[in-house]
């Protein structure tokens, strides 16, 4: 376990990673029991008593995700996709990955609730015209992307 440092020090890199590696490595929630309303509240909770949503706009959020998706990119970066399927499988990079679809996770349902897009309905819609646009018939084992007439 990562001793406790005194409030407001801060952590070095190697602690950082040793405090992901030991938290991400517990079972608690899974995807199967939490609601997303559940997690949203714990963000918020999170962020209203650091008192940050005042920096929380829809750009500074929307490059906060595209920051994040970088983060998660680069412990694939140079590696084959047989070696990304191998460092996902290990667990420090299981859980490094891990560790950033979270930080995506929290930007995107916080930008969700902030300014009221459900994401759940948001996505069921996409799903629907996602099927429209890649009709199985034509798509099937194929992976070009659509393009209009
Ligand atoms: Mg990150």
Redesign the pocket.
């Known amino acids: 376990m990562v001793k406790n440092k005194k409030p407001g020090k801060i952590w070095s890199r190697s602690q950082l990673f040793a405090i992901i590696v030991e938290v991400m490595g517990r079972k608690n929630r899974s995807d199967t029991t939490a609601t997303i309303a559940e997690l949203q509240r714990e963000i918020s909770d999170f962020v209203e008593v650091r008192k940050w949503r005042k920096f929380h706009n829809p750009k500074d959020l929307s490059e906060a995700i595209a920051i994040?998706s970088g983060?998660l990119l680069e412990h694939f970066l140079w590696k084959s996709p047989r070696q990304a399927h191998r460092y996902l499988k290990g667990k420090k990079g299981r859980l490094a990955v891990a560790?950033?679809l979270a930080?995506l996770l929290i930007l995107i349902f916080n930008f969700g609730q902030l300014f009221g897009i459900d994401l759940a309905g948001s996505l069921q819609k996409k799903l629907e015209i996602l099927k429209k646009r890649y009709p199985v018939e034509k798509f099937k084992g194929r992976s070009d992307k659509y393009r209009p007439l």
């Open positions: 994040e983060e560790a950033e930080d």
